[in-house]
């Protein structure tokens, strides 16, 4: 399937926007969300709008042609077609690798391969998956793409061997996994910020708010309380 369950967005950009990876794989492309995402908020959100100015790199890898679509010319450096079994070695190394909803399309000892390979090229991992088993084999069959059944189930405890921080959803997780010790903070920072911004924005006269976003526009505007 091109698509991730849409409530891992949260976690997944606040551990991304908190590490501010320079050089990402994205592992499973699919429709390109996450690059496409990651572009927005390590690019666009900065003001650098044109890909001109840009100064992330962003490789994909994808077993499914058929997902094909604008997002990856625009979102992607360069997007690999072919098994990333074979493939996540050979591409370079990273900052970042991204499997989201991915590695329970694969054995589970394929898919703790792929998480060391992974962490071989990389300074972090992020992993999201399934906390129960999702059974759609018949689903996938029906749409050409035997690679999307689910083929294993995963758990935290699976990356024990590693330095990990996880973040619960209903029925997922996401898992930031290094080789070296984590800040316990990475992935909390980015929202805490925002939330505490709106909450000053909040207590702020409506005055005082506009005539600041309005300097911001203009540069050189001054602002003055209302009569």
Request: net charge neutral; hydrophobic share 40%; charged share 25%.
């Amino acid at each position: 399937m091109p698509v991730s369950a849409f409530d891992n967005i949260d976690p997944m950009l606040s551990f991304i926007i908190d590490l501010q990876p320079r050089r990402i794989l994205d592992v499973g492309v699919g429709h390109g969300k996450y690059g496409f995402l990651c572009r927005e908020y390590l690019e666009v959100q900065p003001h650098r709008f044109s890909p001109s100015e840009w100064q992330s790199e962003i490789v994909g890898i994808e077993v499914w042609d058929k997902y094909r679509n604008p997002v990856w010319g625009y979102a992607y450096n360069q997007v690999v077609l072919g098994d990333a079994r074979q493939l996540i070695g050979t591409l370079g190394t990273f900052d970042l690798v991204i499997f989201a909803d991915i590695i329970e399309h694969f054995t589970k000892e394929d898919g703790m391969k792929l998480i060391q390979k992974a962490l071989d090229i990389s300074k972090w991992v992020i992993v999201s998956t399934p906390s129960v088993f999702v059974d759609e084999e018949d689903f996938y069959e029906t749409q050409g793409n035997k690679q999307m059944r689910h083929l294993s189930l995963w758990s935290p405890k699976d990356f024990a061997p590693y330095h990990t921080i996880v973040r619960d959803r209903s029925q997922c997780f996401i898992a930031l996994i290094s080789k070296q010790p984590l800040d316990k903070s990475v992935g909390y920072v980015s929202s805490d910020w925002f939330n505490i911004k709106r909450m000053v924005r909040k207590m702020l006269p409506q005055w005082l708010v506009s005539g600041v976003h309005n300097m911001r526009a203009h540069g050189s505007e001054k602002t003055t309380p209302p009569h």
